[in-house]
């Protein structure tokens, strides 16, 4: 899990904790809050007097991921061959910005959006993605195709936020979306660098040396480094540079260095993955790279079955999300009979999980076992597509260019989102209540909910 879920984590513990409203209890990004709620003692809940908007899938309060986890869901849903109900799609366009982006959350969609309005690019690149799946909303995927350009950083990535760093993961999601979008990534270019060049500048050399290196190997061509590092994608660098692998952003930059999206069909991965995964792979291709982090994953996948939470007093705690992300990287890079044992620890383990923290969890679980080649609707004996659609609104539609938008009730283009500079003043105080938040829980001795 990176820093960004654990940012979101931090937001939910101090609400159950009851540590204060200052500003890193406030708020927190969109992204990962489906993996946030799985991760805290008790996950987020309407309170009795906000009610769950119509059209919106979940019973969660949807301040941090009412966007993300609509998206995944309709995405999740297209991907079965399922329509869900005009209100659902409604519900998402709505949230939408003049500008093009969207933020996590608009309470009330009817009023503009300003300059406090949180625009982020990883809800308007899901947002993109679920909107290309069920058409039919050309114009407003479009706008947020423009806007998603428009702020790309000089590295060819882009942060989180509009002007943050670049990051594995939100240059990922967005390559998916320009992918979704008829785009293509490779050719998005700022100062002369690809989304593809920011991903590499990410990537950890496979082998212990140089992408490719083999020397030192004891083990057909894979050395330690390569098991436990080698491969895998950071986040972010560090402050002095340095790059530290990291699960969740290597699952996410496989797909993203791919050009793949959230959906990947059963399969794709087989053009990829010529390569033995008992080895590393040489250069520095796309291809390439996906299949180290691919070797990567597994790696860290052997022993368990499952990827671990990264989060503080985690210890070997399971992440089921990054499990389940990690399942569609590995069929997409080709690596298919690696996911044989973190889906079945998915299929045993899936239940409370899913339960608590609500459609984009059903979403990721539909999209592993779809990469995979399994069925969605018999996931060790359980209906993923009835549980993810017990979760929100019913009814079928078969054509959304119809579904009705006011555009004069988005917001001013000009002043759309916060500024990097509010962002970082948001995440310095997510840091300072993150190590309240860990004192005074590990001092009540909570324990973590978890499959």
């Not at 990410?202 to 490719?212: D, H, I, S, V």
């Not at 209906?383 to 009814?395: E, I, N, R, Y």
């Given at each position: 899990m990176n820093v960004r879920r654990s940012a979101a984590v931090v937001a939910v513990l101090v609400a159950t904790a009851g540590l204060g409203t200052g500003t890193g209890a406030g708020f927190?990004?969109?992204?990962?809050?489906?993996?946030?709620?799985?991760?805290?003692?008790?996950?987020?809940?309407?309170?009795?007097?906000?009610?769950?908007?119509?059209?919106?899938?979940?019973?969660?309060?949807?301040?941090?991921?009412?966007?993300?986890?609509?998206?995944?869901?309709?995405?999740?849903?297209?991907?079965?061959?399922?329509?869900?109900?005009?209100?659902?799609?409604?519900?998402?366009?709505?949230?939408?910005?003049?500008?093009?982006?969207?933020?996590?959350?608009?309470?009330?969609?009817?009023a503009k959006c300003d300059a406090k309005t949180a625009v982020d690019t990883n809800s308007t690149a899901a947002a993109i993605q679920a909107l290309a799946a069920v058409g039919g909303q050309d114009a407003e995927a479009g706008r947020a195709v423009r806007w998603l350009k428009d702020n790309q950083n000089e590295d060819g990535g882009w942060g989180y936020t509009p002007g943050g760093p670049s990051d594995a993961n939100s240059t990922s999601v967005v390559i998916g979306a320009l992918a979704a979008a008829g785009d293509a990534p490779e050719k998005q270019k700022k100062d002369g660098n690809s989304p593809y060049d920011a991903?590499?500048?990410?990537?950890?050399?496979?082998?212990?040396?140089e992408t490719g290196d083999k020397s030192g190997a004891e083990d057909g061509g894979k050395s330690k480094s390569a098991v436990k590092d080698g491969g895998a994608f950071a986040y972010q660098p560090d402050k002095k540079g340095a790059l530290a692998a990291n699960a969740d952003a290597t699952a996410a930059a496989v797909l993203g260095i791919l050009g793949e999206g959230f959906v990947v069909g059963a399969g794709s991965g087989e053009r990829k993955g010529a390569a033995s995964f008992d080895a590393c792979a040489s250069g520095d291709s796309p291809e390439a790279l996906a299949h180290n982090g691919a070797v990567h994953l597994a790696g860290a996948l052997t022993a368990d079955g499952y990827l671990k939470s990264s989060l503080a007093g985690a210890k070997d705690q399971p992440d089921h999300g990054n499990t389940a992300d990690a399942v569609v990287a590995l069929a997409a890079a080709g690596d298919v009979d690696a996911?044989?044992?973190?889906?079945?620890?998915?299929?045993?383990?899936?239940?409370?999980?899913?339960?608590?923290?609500?459609?984009?969890?059903?979403?990721?679980?539909?999209?592993?076992?779809?990469?995979?080649?399994?069925?969605?609707?018999?996931?060790?004996?359980?209906?993923?597509?009835?549980?993810?659609?017990?979760?929100?609104?019913?009814?079928?539609?078969?054509?959304?260019?119809?579904?009705?938008?006011?555009?004069?009730?988005?917001?001013?283009?000009?002043?759309?989102?916060?500024?990097?500079?509010?962002?970082?003043?948001?995440?310095?105080?997510?840091?300072?209540?993150?190590?309240?938040?860990?004192?005074?829980?590990?001092?009540?001795?909570?324990?973590?909910?978890?499959?």
């Amino acid at each position: 899990m990176n820093v960004r879920r654990s940012a979101a984590v931090v937001a939910v513990l101090v609400a159950t904790a009851g540590l204060g409203t200052g500003t890193g209890a406030g708020f927190a990004p969109a992204a990962f809050a489906a993996d946030a709620a799985s991760e805290a003692s008790t996950a987020p809940s309407a309170s009795p007097s906000q009610a769950i908007p119509t059209g919106l899938y979940g019973h969660n309060d949807p301040t941090y991921d009412g966007v993300w986890r609509q998206s995944l869901t309709l995405l999740a849903l297209d991907t079965v061959g399922e329509k869900p109900g005009a209100a659902a799609v409604q519900w998402l366009v709505g949230q939408q910005c003049a500008s093009g982006a969207f933020p996590a959350y608009r309470a009330d969609a009817t009023a503009k959006c300003d300059a406090k309005t949180a625009v982020d690019t990883n809800s308007t690149a899901a947002a993109i993605q679920a909107l290309a799946a069920v058409g039919g909303q050309d114009a407003e995927a479009g706008r947020a195709v423009r806007w998603l350009k428009d702020n790309q950083n000089e590295d060819g990535g882009w942060g989180y936020t509009p002007g943050g760093p670049s990051d594995a993961n939100s240059t990922s999601v967005v390559i998916g979306a320009l992918a979704a979008a008829g785009d293509a990534p490779e050719k998005q270019k700022k100062d002369g660098n690809s989304p593809y060049d920011a991903l590499r500048a990410l990537a950890l050399p496979c082998g212990g040396g140089e992408t490719g290196d083999k020397s030192g190997a004891e083990d057909g061509g894979k050395s330690k480094s390569a098991v436990k590092d080698g491969g895998a994608f950071a986040y972010q660098p560090d402050k002095k540079g340095a790059l530290a692998a990291n699960a969740d952003a290597t699952a996410a930059a496989v797909l993203g260095i791919l050009g793949e999206g959230f959906v990947v069909g059963a399969g794709s991965g087989e053009r990829k993955g010529a390569a033995s995964f008992d080895a590393c792979a040489s250069g520095d291709s796309p291809e390439a790279l996906a299949h180290n982090g691919a070797v990567h994953l597994a790696g860290a996948l052997t022993a368990d079955g499952y990827l671990k939470s990264s989060l503080a007093g985690a210890k070997d705690q399971p992440d089921h999300g990054n499990t389940a992300d990690a399942v569609v990287a590995l069929a997409a890079a080709g690596d298919v009979d690696a996911t044989g044992k973190p889906l079945a620890w998915l299929e045993k383990n899936y239940g409370v999980w899913a339960a608590k923290a609500g459609p984009a969890a059903y979403a990721q679980l539909v999209f592993a076992a779809h990469a995979s080649g399994g069925d969605p609707r018999d996931f060790g004996g359980a209906d993923l597509v009835a549980q993810l659609k017990d979760t929100g609104p019913a009814g079928e539609v078969s054509d959304y260019s119809s579904v009705p938008y006011d555009d004069t009730t988005a917001g001013d283009e000009a002043g759309d989102g916060l500024g990097a500079g509010a962002w970082w003043a948001i995440g310095l105080g997510l840091v300072v209540v993150a190590a309240t938040a860990g004192f005074v829980l590990a001092k009540a001795g909570r324990k973590r909910l978890q499959a």
